[in-house]
T-cell receptor, first 114, second 116 residues
Framework: AQTVTQSQPEMSVQEAETVTLSCTYDTSESDYYLFWYKQPPSRQMILVIRQEAYKQQNATENRFSVNFQKAAKSFSLKISDSQLGDAAMYFCAYRSDSNYQLIWGAGTKLIIKP | DAGVTQSPTHLIKTRGQQVTLRCSPKSGHDTVSWYQQALGQGPQFIFQYYEEEERQRGNFPDRFSGHQFPNYSSELNVNALLLGDSALYLC???????????????FGPGTRLTVT
């Protein structure tokens, strides 16, 4: 069975600085997708970034980028120029190519210090 | 363009009662998935509906059942509520694209269920 592990329950960063959130996963499949979702206090889960396993190039979305290490089964999220609005729970999620359900990590609470 | 909507926002039920939660998918989406998120944890997949049928199911008992209507909206029903059913219930919609696989899942704001 696939699993997703986020080993950092909480991270804090100074506004305008860079922070990296860690995620590791376990799977025996070769085709899959990885996601980072953000859940602010409003509770709505918002997709931040998506990575297809077959792509070697790391995904980027404005200030958000990932470091995808397929052999190491690692998928970290880097947030550059942190803003107060980035404060939220961040969840790493996995979906196989043959299965539509998302498998989630336990989340990392990101605190932005002004 | 309306996103995923869920109702009610929150509700309180008593142990043993039954509850129905509702979800309307994002325009153009035909697949609805339900997740349970206990406090301080990541979501857990309950089941997914497509073409009015349950297509996949997570590790949840039969007390959890659902339905999808012709307009793609969906209901989640939970019978014989337990204290442990207290959680945030998230609905996500997506679009099946045949051999290309589903689109990303878009989430609603959730329904907070408290069982006393």
């Amino acid at each position: 069975a696939q699993t997703v592990t986020q080993s950092q329950p909480e991270m804090s960063v100074q506004e305008a600085e860079t922070v990296t959130l860690s995620c590791t996963y376990d799977t025996s499949e070769s085709d899959y997708y990885l996601f980072w979702y953000k859940q602010p206090p409003s509770r709505q889960m918002i997709l931040v970034i998506r990575q297809e396993a077959y792509k070697q190039q790391n995904a980027t979305e404005n200030r958000f980028s990932v470091n995808f290490q397929k052999a190491a089964k690692s998928f970290s999220l880097k947030i550059s120029d942190s803003q107060l609005g980035d404060a939220a729970m961040y969840f790493c999620a996995y979906r196989s190519d043959s299965n539509y359900q998302l498998i989630w990590g336990a989340g990392t609470k990101l605190i932005i210090k002004p | 363009d309306a996103g995923v909507t869920q109702s009610p926002t929150h509700l309180i039920k008593t142990r043993g009662q039954q509850v129905t939660l509702r979800c309307s998918p994002k325009s153009g989406h035909d697949t609805v998935s339900w997740y349970q998120q206990a406090l301080g944890q990541g979501p857990q997949f309950i089941f997914q509906y497509y073409e009015e049928e349950e297509r996949q199911r997570g590790n949840f008992p039969d007390r959890f059942s659902g339905h999808q209507f012709p307009n793609y909206s969906s209901e989640l029903n939970v019978n014989a509520l337990l204290l442990g059913d207290s959680a945030l219930y998230l609905c996500a919609s997506s679009e099946r694209r045949g051999t290309w696989g589903p689109s990303e899942q878009y989430f609603g704001p959730g329904t907070r269920l408290t069982v006393t």
